[in-house]
């Protein structure tokens, strides 16, 4: 009786994990258009602020900050399925999902280091915006030096792996620490954090932090923020093939 009890107790959790995989893919999906649609309203707004129409600029960062706060939520969402289909196995009394999930989505909210009000993206929009008429400056309540990020930066703290030297666009399997929010590829890592010598420390010159294998992993936004790259470095890539092809074009 108790092995047929255990058996079904390892079906429930596999249906567990297959919903929760299902949702979260999804999920994720939702995240990504949400972000395409940030990028798109900060264009527009580019093209807005050119021709001065202030109001409907004004209208538009209140519609991207209220995008914003619905991608955090997606994201503590994200991290409690996430959670809920790796950790969850089903005991002999029903589970509360609802209290599960809440509990979850509460641990992703005071994980959070960020605000939709400090996001990378809402500050690229405004700088965008900034830099329409003033070009070169730094926007009101920062100096010169003070700033740290453009509109055509990207949002990822380090963009090679520390460990295998590729750049994160070709990692096979990237992952990023919880705590100190570096990139590594999983095998690498899970290998330098189980050797004796390493102790743990993450092995980015200078970060203090000590890793933890079940602290590394793929949060919702990495590989969102790695396609943001990719696109990035294709649009950067373009201007650089036609200078290339001008210069061969006066040699010969």
């Not at 991608?71 to 005991?91: F, N, T, V």
């Not at 994160?168 to 290998?191: F, G, N, W």
Request: charged share 25%; aromatic share 4%; with cysteine.
């Amino acid at each position: 009786m108790a092995s047929t009890s255990g058996a079904g107790s390892g079906v429930a959790a596999g249906r567990i994990r297959s919903h929760t995989s299902a949702i979260y893919s999804d999920n994720q999906s939702l995240i990504r258009e949400i972000r395409k649609a940030v990028t798109m309203m900060k264009d527009i707004a580019v093209d807005l602020e050119r021709d001065e129409r202030t109001e409907m600029v004004k209208d538009l960062e209140a519609g991207v900050i209220q995008l914003l706060g619905a991608s955090d939520e997606c994201m503590h969402l994200s991290e409690a399925i996430q959670s809920i289909g790796d950790e969850l196995e089903p005991g002999p009394e029903p589970t509360n999902f609802k209290k599960k999930f809440d509990e979850e989505i509460a641990k992703s909210k005071a994980r959070s280091l960020s605000s939709t009000q400090s996001q990378p993206l809402l500050r690229q929009f405004r700088e965008a915006i900034w830099h329409v008429h003033h070009a070169g400056q730094p926007m009101p309540g920062e100096e010169q030096e003070d700033i740290v990020m453009t509109s055509t930066q990207c949002n990822l703290l380090n963009v090679t792996c520390p460990l295998s030297g590729k750049p994160v666009t070709e990692l096979v399997d990237p992952v990023r620490s919880m705590d100190c929010k570096h990139i590594y590829e999983k095998k690498a890592i899970l290998q330098f954090i189980k050797s004796k010598t390493s102790r743990g420390q993450c092995p980015v010159a200078g970060c203090p932090k000590v890793l933890q294998a079940q602290r590394v992993l793929c949060d919702p936004f990495l590989l969102i923020e790695i396609d943001e790259v990719r696109s990035m470095s294709k649009q950067n890539a373009g201007p650089d093939a036609i200078e290339d092809f001008t210069t061969l074009d006066e040699e010969d």
